[in-house]
């Protein structure tokens, strides 16, 4: 008999994610149906679209900008999972030396995707603020940093909280600008990849996860070198894991501003699998 291979899955590094795939992570020995591997969410993006990946949890503008000339995105969206904030989210922070009406130039964490689509449509929806930008690693020093501000996200953005004169958290940026949730990324899939039993085997694991955040924290935090009751605050009360109605109205928003400022594909609707 052939052995059916197994679904490839690719998540992000960064600790926010941990609920998602704690369990998967740490499943002795491995799952038979999954594959999973972790990177950083601009190359999830690539792997996804290069077909090295079947199912991605990508920077959702990746979604929309996918779609190409063709308005059909080439994935679905996997239901009821996300990564988003209903406020302050903390690990997607703007550190200026300069207050933020004067900002002038940007330096975004290359690592980003989604979050650097949020900074100028927040930039533009809320300070008529339109900088020069320009690429910088994530492990970036804010304070040594030769531009007026630096975009950090994930965990870099988390290890330099107070670390600037003037910040902006995106999720509050945006509740403020909307009152509606962030979706950061979501699972998708490929166009014609056979799942299996994959949706059911991510929803058990982010319910494991979720049940399991205080030791995800300890154990995170000491990996990290941050405060223990940093991540489990930040698990807790800035991340959220739903892909429900008020995410899903807030995610058509997004896109809707994203298209506004040229930032993706016109004429895309959400698919899911």
């Known amino acids: 008999m052939v052995q059916k291979s ?24 491995p799952n038979d149906e999954i594959e999973i591997s972790v990177h950083v969410p601009s190359r999830l993006a690539e792997l996804m679209e290069s ?30 999972t996300s990564i988003s904030s209903r406020g302050p989210v903390r690990s997607i922070q ?80 945006w509740d403020k600008l909307t009152g509606l949730p962030f979706v950061y990324a979501c699972w998708v899939t490929r ?20 049940r399991k955040i205080p030791r995800i924290a300890r154990v995170e935090a000491e990996e990290l070198h941050l405060p223990e009751e940093l991540c489990r605050d930040y698990l807790t009360d800035h991340v959220f894991y739903d892909l429900g109605k008020s995410e899903i109205a807030g995610l058509n928003r997004f896109y809707e501003l994203a298209v506004k400022y040229d930032l993706a594909t016109p004429g895309v609707s959400l698919t899911f699998a």
């Open 6 to 29: 197994r679904v490839r899955v690719g998540a992000v590094s960064f600790l926010n994610t941990k609920p998602l795939i704690y369990d998967l992570l740490c499943q002795v020995p």
């Open 51 to 80: 077909g090295n990946l079947d199912v991605g949890l990508i920077p959702i503008i990746e979604y929309f900008r996918a779609a190409g000339q063709s308005n059909v995105p080439p994935y679905k969206i996997i239901p009821h």
């Open 191 to 210: 166009n014609g990849v056979d799942l299996g039993n994959t949706i059911q085997i991510l929803q058990r694991a982010k319910e494991f996860g979720i």
């Open 94 to 173: 703007l550190y200026s030396h300069v207050p933020i009406s004067t900002i002038r130039c940007v330096g975004l964490d290359t690592s980003s995707r989604s979050s650097r689509a949020l900074l100028q449509i927040v930039f533009a929806e809320r300070y008529d603020l339109h900088p020069k930008f320009c690429d910088c690693p994530p492990s970036i020093d804010p304070q040594a940093a030769e531009m007026d501000a630096v975009l950090l996200i994930g965990d870099a953005a988390l290890r330099r909280l107070g670390s600037t004169p003037y910040s902006l958290d995106l999720g509050a940026e």
